[in-house]
């Protein structure tokens, strides 16, 4: 059963970093696009970052460049997102997404809650 499983989410205090794992199963990891996404409460998801499958051509949503960087690991079938200089604002569930080639399939993760608050 294909699958992406999010982890590393917790409460930190403003200016401080985290690093969201996302670890994927069932699929050929180095084929997919991968993204993550955020929502916070009452507002929609939004897009954060992407990395592509071949390349590892990378973007960012305008609100997080500079501060938040993507990256992936095709041997150990995980994406990462590094978070630094964290803001209130950037409290939200972040999610996971996978998407095939051609956009044969997309596998969304359950999320992991992050928290930025003194």
């Known amino acids: 059963q294909a699958q992406v499983e999010e982890s590393g989410g917790a409460l930190v205090q403003p200016g401080g970093s985290l690093r969201l794992s996302c670890v994927a199963s069932?699929?050929?990891?180095?084929?997919?696009?991968m993204n993550w996404y955020r929502q916070a409460p009452g507002q929609e998801r939004e897009l954060v970052a992407g990395?592509?499958?071949?390349?590892?051509?990378?973007t960012y949503a305008d609100s997080v460049k500079g501060r938040f960087t993507i990256s992936r690991d095709n041997d150990k079938n995980t994406v990462y997102l590094e978070m630094n200089s964290l803001r209130p604002e950037d409290t939200a569930v972040y999610f996971c997404?996978?998407?095939?080639?051609?956009?044969?399939?997309?596998?969304w993760g359950q999320g992991t809650q992050v928290t930025v608050s003194s």
């Open positions: 069932g699929f050929t990891f180095r084929d997919a696009g």
């Open positions: 990395i592509s499958s071949r390349s590892g051509r990378t």
């Open positions: 997404k996978a998407v095939g080639p051609f956009g044969g399939y997309t596998y």
